[in-house]
């Protein structure tokens, strides 16, 4: 049974997601509050919650801060954001405040039910729209200012060889054009992969790249707005 907290401010959502989710037998509504002060106390009550659904624009405590606040305190409760706030820099402070997860509230039950279950399983999980923000955000960091690494040179926790791999998997590369490019093996690219998500205890490539921001190897600063075709499906291969 996943044990999951709803926060939210607007009692008419936030009733509609206990109503939707009490329809799943795998999921038990342990409470629910209305900002993150009440979420930040009920944790604290209650440590042994799996899931907060939290949030972003609230009164008192908003749900990035609370996000920190819980992750600061509590290393087993997971965070997904639930929110109607898309924007980049919601989604860059999400990441950054330690988000586990995040989707908009405009998601159909069933994918909100996969973030669930995927954040549940210590994946990571983002919206195929979060996924394309976080691509575009590498890119224009890329091409910005004549920008030759995404990755800060300073950081030893991966290889030189990994580091390439995973600027061109920033730079929405398939593992075949990352082999071409790199003129290694398809399996050694694949290797390479699992060696790094084998260091940062990450389960998949959207992971991979959440800690990479989290622990400053990847910066989500950007200095000019350039639109870009993109596409999450690389990340996924």
Known sequence: MIKILVVDDQEMFLQGI?????????????GTARDGVQALEFIKKNPKTDIVL???????????????????????????I????????SFKNSLRAGADGFITKDCQPEHLLEAI????????????NATEMLIEIFKRNH????????IKPNLTLFTEREINILE?????????????ELKISRRTVEVHKSNMML???????VGLLVFAIKNGY?????????????SPQNLIE
């Open 199 to 205: 260091k940062t205890g990450t389960k998949n490539l």
């Open 82 to 89: 639930l929110t109607m706030d898309n924007s980049e820099d």
């Open 18 to 30: 206990v109503m939707i989710l009490k329809e799943y037998p795998t999921i038990s509504i342990v």
């Open 168 to 180: 061109l998997i920033c730079l929405e590369k398939t593992g075949e054009e990352i082999s071409n």
């Open 117 to 128: 279950q995927n954040v549940n399983s210590g994946n990571r999980y983002l919206s195929s």
């Open 218 to 230: 990847l910066s989500l600063n950007e200095s000019i707005n350039r639109q870009l075709p993109l």
């Open 143 to 150: 091409f910005s200012n004549n920008q030759s690494s995404l």
């Open 54 to 80: 939290m949030d972003i624009n609230m009164p008192n405590l908003n749900g990035v801060d609370a996000t920190k606040k819980i992750k600061e305190s509590n290393s087993y409760v997971k965070v997904l």
